[in-house]
């Protein structure tokens, strides 16, 4: 069984009402990312990082899987898929899909600040005094900026192994994800869906960039992919 790789970002989940990270001013939500996400953000103001989280939070809890998290899990009856994602929503897995690494943690988790491998489920608001079982404030589970990406080498192993690659609402321009993309094998098809693509043909020895939306671009793949599977 061929084995697809997913590498999915942010544009996958922006059609299903999931704000982008951040705007191009570098704001988000009005605010400095630096701010709501480093690890100095939160020393400095831990109630103002833990209240940008719960309304992402909350807004997340609203929002439902599209077309495009759908598609992806279709492949699953003929391939072994993967997916990779920067998206640190559970959208790929309200849409049933069985195989995902969240490169940049996950929004629905919190963790201990002293112990990072005390993760606890997490669905509702999180605020100063919330304790691990340790005793210590509880903060998301989030990789922030100046911190390490602990399943990037995972992510690494799980690329090198891809007969098929999707990159799916991602500019490919942040590091290190999208160092991704080298880690495949150089002779693989790649797929591009982006409406505004930031890679050509001329990229890739076998890349073919889809230039549409996630909810049009990646139905439209998986149906070729089947249809040539089946």
């Known amino acids: 069984m061929k084995k697809i790789v ?10 299903s009402g999931i704000k982008t990270f951040r705007d191009a001013d ?5 605010h400095d990312v630096m701010e709501v996400a480093s690890p100095q ?15 992402r939070r909350r807004q997340l809890l609203t929002v439902s899987p599209n077309k495009a998290h759908e598609a992806l899990v279709s492949l699953e009856e003929y391939f072994e898929v993967s997916i990779i994602t920067q998206n640190v929503d559970d959208l790929h897995e309200r849409a049933r899909s069985n195989n995902v690494l969240h490169l940049h943690g996950e929004l629905l988790k919190v963790r201990c600040t002293k112990n990072q491998n005390m993760v606890l489920d997490w669905c509702t608001d999180l605020n100063l005094g919330h304790l691990s079982e340790d005793g210590h404030q509880l903060r998301p589970h989030i990789v922030w900026f100046g911190e390490q990406v602990p399943l990037l080498e995972k992510a690494i192993e799980i690329t090198a192994m891809a007969n098929i690659l999707i990159i799916i609402g991602t500019s490919m321009q942040v590091y290190p994800a999208a160092g991704l993309i080298h880690e495949a094998a150089h002779d ?8 505004k693509p930031s890679v050509t043909q001329k990229d890739f020895e076998k890349l073919t960039v889809i230039a549409e939306s996630a909810t049009v671009g990646v139905p439209t793949l998986v149906a070729d992919l089947l249809d040539r599977a089946t």
């Open 26 to 30: 570098g704001l988000w939500e009005g």
């Open 41 to 55: 953000g939160f020393v400095h103001n831990p109630e103002l990082v833990l209240d940008f989280y719960n309304q």
């Open 6 to 15: 997913a590498l999915t970002g942010a544009g996958i989940s922006a059609e």
């Open 188 to 195: 693989i098809p790649i797929y591009f869906i982006d409406p």
